[in-house]
């Protein structure tokens, strides 16, 4: 494990403990911030691998915390299936010897989210339209994830289009997280790159992942959230264009 891992233990926990802090003030967040931050240190391949438990286990809690996910999964489900079928397509740009492009791909994904996120630009989409709109926004999704372990866009602004209630909204992600994270392990696995020992270190990755929400979900009552979310899309941001640039030429 020493040799999947280069970075210090303590470096890994700091990364989950910030991306759990986040997901626990805004309720989404972890995988983007994870991903964005081990990617910096460590190929994407590497840092999906260690993403799979508390991605996981988190996004089932979020899942079932709503009320509504037999409606949702009724609603949603061609996005799920979409999203599975982008994961197979793309599955092979989890190759380790595509790392560099898989990077710049991920810090584009993230410019990208960031953006929109800053842009706090609102869209509606007419329930006529989702049960076309829905695959390829899934599909779309999926080979996104599976390029750069990031399944935030377009999934979660399509979402937000969607007219849902708070907590449709956040039981929504949770449904939609919780399928691309198992996508993405099943990828994983078939190409041997969720081995017993990988398993471990993303299973020792979960108790600061899980603080970190405790932590968030305490300090969601004390700060705006609408100032919390202006830093995380400016970090995202910022962070975006670094790997962007790095990996780019």
């Known amino acids: ?6 970075p210090s233990s303590l470096i890994i926990a700091a990364i989950f403990l910030l991306a759990g802090f986040v997901k626990g003030v805004i309720g989404l967040g972890l995988p983007t911030v994870a991903i964005g931050l081990l990617g910096l240190v460590m190929t994407p391949v590497q840092a999906v691998s260690l993403l799979v438990v508390p991605s996981l286990v988190t996004n089932v809690w979020q899942l079932l915390a709503g009320p509504r996910f037999l ?3 009724r609603r949603l489900g061609g996005m799920l299936a979409g999203l599975c079928v982008g994961i197979g397509i793309s599955a092979a740009a989890l190759d380790p010897d595509t790392s560099g492009r898989n990077s710049m791909l991920l810090g584009i994904a993230l410019i990208g989210y960031a ?4 842009s706090k630009k609102k869209f509606s989409v ?3 339209l989702e049960w076309w709109l829905s695959p390829v926004v899934g599909g779309v999704t999926g080979v996104i994830a599976a390029s750069t372990g990031v399944f935030v866009i377009p999934a979660v602004p399509y979402l937000q289009a969607l007219d849902l209630d708070k907590e449709e909204l956040v039981q929504a992600m ?3 997280f919780t399928v691309s994270t198992v996508g993405l392990a099943a990828v994983l696995m078939v190409q041997g790159s969720f081995h017993l020992s990988v398993a471990g270190a993303s299973l020792a990755s979960l108790a600061p992942a899980l603080l970190g929400m405790v932590v968030g979900q305490g300090v969601r009552a004390r700060v705006r959230a609408d100032t919390f979310r202006l830093f995380f899309f400016v970090g ?3 962070l975006g264009v670094h790997l962007a640039w790095r990996f780019g030429g």
């Not at 494990?1 to 280069?6: H, V």
Request: no cysteine.
């Open 174 to 176: 949770g449904l939609s």
């Open 71 to 73: 409606p949702l999964l």
């Open 236 to 238: 995202l941001l910022m």
């Open 1 to 6: 494990m020493s040799d999947f891992i280069s």
């Open 115 to 118: 953006l929109f996120g800053l």
């Open 126 to 128: 007419p329930k006529r």
